[in-house]
């Protein structure tokens, strides 16, 4: 419906009601005309409620296609979508997200009120987004100086399965983490029988089978603490490209998301655990270990025995393998008869896109991991917590860019990561 409809049909409902709302009621009117009239003021009530809501709707639409008609959006707005369309019930990006909350409304207004950046922008607010945000570029800030330079990148495409979405997830309102550990355990649970006798179990007269006892388990605990860290990345851009919603999205969604993603799941597997590193799975007291045998399948096979063997390992079934990409290469150019150079079928669907797994667990290709390394266990037994999401911040109080036109896009996450089970874990040598 068009905009000049609405306000018709808005109009004739506000005058309606208007005349309902100071007619004479004691006119000699009956009840059942008293009701009538007060169920069509609601009514008209409810539909000039609707209507409001979708000029509001067109008013926010007419303002976006005059911002993006300025000379300086005008190639980033070529080829978007309607916003009309579908797309708007599609899940928002991170960046999309930035640009679309009124705080960057609000802030962007008070900088270029006339859809251009003039002055110095000074320090932004904290714009926090919902889901995890990364990036990369080898292109300096200068490369932004082009009017449209959207769609030169290339995007990155994060693995269908990471190591954070193996670990437990969870959160904190703290900057240090702690939580108990359980170095050992043994399970004691058995199939017990009634009670026969309410006497005390003397273990002579009354045995513990009589008296119905318990089996107890057996728990060595530690408490550990882990500290909350930052993991950080920020990139230049000019402030024409800061105007320029389709490529500061891009910049925030392709760039920055990414190499935080990727770090955060370097540094669980790997971190040192010295601040202002995570404290990862190979580096945490206590976790197994397993030598190479003869193929990485066969030796993956073994440690995955470890930790389902209660008598070395935790007891659990392993649901992940943290794998480089070498070795992941050796894993999938494996050929019936176990060569990875001679002819013959290759042992894993070559065509497939579902994810990868073995021997009943999911790999997950971990380029941060130590070459000829893989770690392999029961993966809820390790848990991120997070302190801060992923948030991004803008200004231009860094070394000289002021004076060359240039704000600096921060992004940023805060977390602590822990162990809760380390014989839950190996790591394994692959080659």
């Known amino acids: 419906m068009s905009v000049s409809v609405l306000q018709k049909r808005f109009a004739e409902l506000a005058e309606?009601?208007?005349?309902?709302?100071?007619?004479?009621?004691?006119?000699?009117?009956?009840?059942?005309?008293?009701?009538?009239?007060?169920?069509?003021?609601?009514?008209?009530?409810?539909?000039?409620?609707?209507?409001?809501?979708?000029?509001?709707?067109?008013?926010?639409?007419?303002?976006?296609?005059?911002?993006a008609a300025t000379p300086e959006r005008k190639a980033a707005t070529r080829g978007a979508p309607d916003p009309t369309g579908d797309d708007r019930r599609q899940v928002k990006s991170a960046g999309r997200q930035v640009l679309e909350s009124e705080e960057f409304k609000s802030w962007l207004k008070s900088v270029a009120p006339n859809g251009v950046i003039t002055s110095p922008v000074g320090r932004s607010p904290m714009f926090d987004v919902k889901a995890v945000i990364s990036g990369a570029s080898a292109t300096s800030g200068g490369a932004f100086v082009q009017r449209d330079y959207s769609n030169i990148y290339v995007p990155y495409v994060q693995p269908t399965l990471t190591v954070r979405d193996l670990v437990t997830n969870a959160t904190t309102d703290s900057d240090i983490v702690e939580y108990m550990r359980a170095d050992t355990h043994a399970n004691a649970a058995a199939p017990v029988a009634e009670a026969t006798s309410a006497a005390i179990i003397d273990g002579e007269t009354v045995t513990p089978a009589i008296g119905g006892l318990k089996p107890e388990a057996s728990f060595t605990w530690a408490k550990v603490t882990a500290g909350v860290e930052t993991i950080a990345e920020g990139v230049p851009v000019t402030r024409r490209a800061m105007s320029d919603a389709g490529q500061l999205m891009s910049i925030i969604d392709q760039q920055l998301r990414f190499d935080l993603s990727q770090t955060l799941n370097t540094q669980m597997i790997s971190g040192s655990g010295s601040s202002p590193?995570?404290?990862?799975?190979?580096?945490?007291?206590?976790?197994?270990?397993?030598?190479?045998?003869?193929?990485?399948?066969?030796?993956?096979?073994?440690?995955?025995?470890?930790?389902?063997?209660?008598?070395?390992?935790?007891?659990?079934?392993?649901?992940?393998?943290?794998?480089?990409?070498?070795?992941?290469?050796?894993?999938?150019?494996?050929?019936?008869?176990?060569?990875?150079?001679?002819?013959?079928?290759?042992?894993?669907?070559?065509?497939?896109?579902?994810?990868?797994?073995?021997?009943?667990?999911?790999?997950?290709?971990?380029?941060?991991?130590?070459?000829?390394?893989?770690?392999?266990?029961?993966?809820?037994?390790?848990?991120?917590?997070?302190?801060?999401?992923?948030?991004?911040?803008?200004?231009?109080?860094?070394?000289d860019f002021a004076a060359r036109n240039l704000v600096y896009v921060l992004a940023e996450l805060r977390a602590a990561f822990g162990v809760l089970m380390p014989k839950s874990f190996v790591d394994v040598t692959t080659a």
Not at 58 to 67: I, K
Request: hydrophobic content about 35%.
């Open 277 to 399: 590193n995570l404290r990862g799975i190979r580096n945490t007291s206590g976790i197994l270990t397993q030598a190479f045998s003869n193929n990485i399948i066969e030796t993956l096979r073994k440690a995955k025995t470890k930790v389902t063997n209660p008598a070395t390992g935790s007891g659990k079934i392993p649901d992940g393998v943290a794998i480089t990409p070498a070795a992941l290469e050796t894993l999938d150019l494996f050929r019936v008869g176990g060569s990875t150079t001679t002819d013959g079928p290759f042992l894993v669907n070559p065509y497939t896109d579902q994810v990868r797994r073995l021997w009943g667990m999911n790999l997950v290709e971990e380029p941060g991991m130590t070459a000829d390394r893989a770690v392999l266990g029961y993966f809820r037994d390790a848990v991120l917590w997070d302190r801060q999401q992923e948030s991004v911040q803008m200004f231009d109080q860094h070394a």
């Open 16 to 67: 309606e009601n208007a005349k309902l709302l100071h007619t004479d009621e004691g006119a000699g009117r009956s009840t059942e005309e008293s009701l009538a009239k007060s169920e069509k003021f609601d009514a008209n009530l409810t539909e000039l409620k609707t209507i409001k809501a979708e000029l509001e709707r067109h008013n926010e639409l007419d303002e976006l296609n005059r911002w």
